[in-house]
Structure formats: C-alpha cells, structure tokens
C-alpha cells in the first residue's frame, strides 16, 4: 500500500502480533523544500536513516507488516508529536514550555540537522507547518494504529519495533571506559514502554546474531515508543537503533560491500523477533 506520506508492506498472511516501523528512512524530498533550504542534499540527508527500510524489507516474508516513511526527517520528524513545534522556527508559534528535544531544534519540523546545522534561512509559517502535519504525519499514525489495532483483534497483543539507525560517533561520549561499544541500543524507556520479558527475548535475539547490544543509552526512545508503548494494555514498543558504520558509509551515504550480509543477518533477526508474536495463549498467560 503506497500513499503519499508512507509505504506499507503487508505479509500474503499475518501471522504474528509484530509490527515493524521505520519512521526515519524516507527519502523523497520536495523539490521546493531542497530549494528553500541552507544545506545541501548530502547535507540534509545526514538526519536519515538510510537504508533502514532495506534493511529490514524482509519483514513481510516473515508474516509480519512493514511500514516505512517516504517524507525525510529533516522535512518533518514522524517521531515527535505534532504539539512539538518550535518558536525560534515558525512564525506564531508561542514558546510555552522546555521540551528538551523541541528547544534543541529537533521539533516536529526540525530547525536543524546533525551537529547542529541550520535547515532553514528563516522562519516558516505555521500554514505551511500544519500542511506537513496533515500531508505527512497524521496518515503515517493512522496507518500505524491501524496496525496496532489489527495485531490486538488477531493476536491479543502488539509489539512495535520501531526500527532506526544513529551516527557511529553517537556513543562516543557516553561510552564508560573500558566497555564495548554496542551495535544496536534497545529503547524502551527505561521499562515503560514494553514488558521486560519481551525486550529481554528481542536482546537475546539481536546478541545471538553476533551484535552487541545496550539498552536506552544513549536512546531510550522519543514519541513513538511514549505514545504507543503500553505494557499495561499488551502494546509493547521497542526502539531499534542500528550503528550505521554497520551496513553504509555515513561520508559518502553509499551501502558498505558487506550490505547484502548485515540485511541478511537482519532478516534471521526479524524472523526470530516474528516468532515472540505467534502463540497467542503463552502471551496473554504471561502478560
């Protein structure tokens, strides 16, 4: 299914309450936009993640549905709230309280791209803001609701892996000394946003294919995982971010020769992770 704001892959069957969503691998960027701004392409495309669709594309051959963003991030961020606007942005917008991530200039739109680049000359209007909103995000949460809504009718549960990528040097400063640095951080906000028993099978699974795992350091999950993760209700949502110096050269934003062996290890990986939202009576016995 393709529509303007996103991409859903469905499986020939459902056969499992996992959902995989990737928010922040869109890539078609509005001529107008490119024009408007004060970067360059390989510039705005540095807040992307790249690839991250492709890289789990095998999720529908495993029984479960893929949904993927079409609209970059720099042009409007899927996972942050549409209240999160930014005043030092967009024209009209009062500053009314100290959203660390809005203040910081990564908004619904973003005001800047990694290392803080500026996007922007000046200031948007709100219209145009609102316009995003309406184009972009509220199709993408629709769809992705309707997938929760789909795995808690068939299943009796969901669980969103909200699947993303960071910057090989975003652990630089948070890495204790003499630790590994990790691959994949796990996010689930410190436990609030998915049962422990199910981060603990999808850790497993990540581990046991040879990648080093941590969890909600430095990335603990943003809207996503705040909004839709409710354990109390069998909604679990676990961000995924994946090293990108893994599987693509973040320079040159060109895969590694090694991409078809990280997809693959991947798609094993979703096959596993596929497999914890099958029996629906050992779920809801320990739920």
């Not at 967009?90 to 996007?119: D, E, F, T």
Request: charged share 25%; glycine share 6%; net charge negative.
């Amino acid at each position: 299914m393709l529509s303007d704001a996103y991409h859903l892959a469905k499986p020939d069957a459902r056969t499992t309450s996992v959902i995989f969503a990737s928010p922040h691998s869109g890539r078609d960027y509005p001529p107008a936009f490119l024009q408007s701004v004060a970067l360059d392409k390989a510039e705005i495309r540095s807040s992307e993640d790249a690839f991250v669709d492709l890289l789990y594309g095998d999720a529908p051959s495993h029984g479960a549905p893929l949904l993927t963003a079409r609209a970059p991030r720099a042009y409007l961020d899927l996972n942050r709230g549409p209240e999160e606007l930014d005043a030092a942005l967009i024209a009209g917008v009062r500053r009314v309280s100290q959203n660390p991530r809005v203040a910081s200039g990564l908004g619904v739109v973003p005001r800047v791209v990694a290392n803080g680049r500026a996007i922007y000359r000046g200031k948007l209007s709100l219209e145009e803001v609102h316009h995003r909103i309406a184009t972009y995000w509220r199709p993408y949460h629709d769809a992705l609701q309707m997938l929760i809504d789909e795995s808690h009718s068939q299943f009796g549960r969901a669980i969103l892996i909200d699947c993303h990528s960071m910057p090989h040097q975003a652990l630089e400063n948070v890495i204790q000394s003499g630790n590994e640095r990790p691959d994949v951080v796990l996010g689930d906000r410190f436990g609030a946003s998915a049962s422990p028993a199910i981060v603990e099978q999808v850790e497993a699974i990540f581990k046991s294919a040879g990648l080093k795992v941590a969890r909600n350091m430095p990335f603990a999950g943003a809207y996503i995982a705040q909004h839709y993760g409710r354990p109390s209700r069998r909604q679990h949502t676990i961000q995924v971010e994946l090293d990108r110096a893994l599987y693509m050269n973040e320079t040159t934003l060109e895969p590694v020769a090694d991409f078809e062996e990280v997809r693959a290890t991947l798609s094993d990986v979703i096959g596993q992770i596929a497999e914890i939202g099958r029996d629906r009576q050992a779920a809801l016995a320990a739920e």
